[in-house]
Structure formats: C-alpha cells, structure tokens
C-alpha cells in the first residue's frame, strides 16, 4: 500500500498538470484570435536572422492590423 505522502505527491502532480494544461488551452486561445503581433511582423520583413533590419518605426509597430485592445 502507497504511504500518504506519496498520494499526496501524486495528487499535488496531478493538480499542477491540470491547471498547466488549462493556462495552456487559454494561452493559446487567446493568441489565436488577434493575428501577428508587432515582433511578428518585423520578422516577417525579411525571413531568417538579418543584421541590416532595424527595428520598426514606432507607428508601423503599433498600427491597427486587425487586433483588439
């Protein structure tokens, strides 16, 4: 028979995969509604890792492309 410390343990196991499962499932939820974000964007500039692509202007980096504030 398994001592109680070690339900305990699997139990506490248990809990913490289940709220990490759920924060997963809302994370990505709510990353799926709104589209590319600014760093997003900048990396679609040019693909692969650039040295000569310097930040966005601010302006580009927060116009509306279709996302919710």
């Not at 939820?29 to 600014?38: E, I, K, M």
């Amino acid at each position: 028979m398994l001592r109680r410390a070690v339900w305990q343990g699997l139990v506490a196991g248990l809990a913490g995969a289940a709220v990490m499962t759920a924060t997963g499932a809302v994370a990505d939820a709510l990353a799926s509604r709104d589209g590319a974000g600014p760093g997003q964007r900048h990396a679609a500039l040019h693909p692969g890792r650039r040295s000569d692509v310097g930040p966005l202007p601010r302006a580009a980096a927060h116009a509306e492309s279709g996302r919710r504030r």
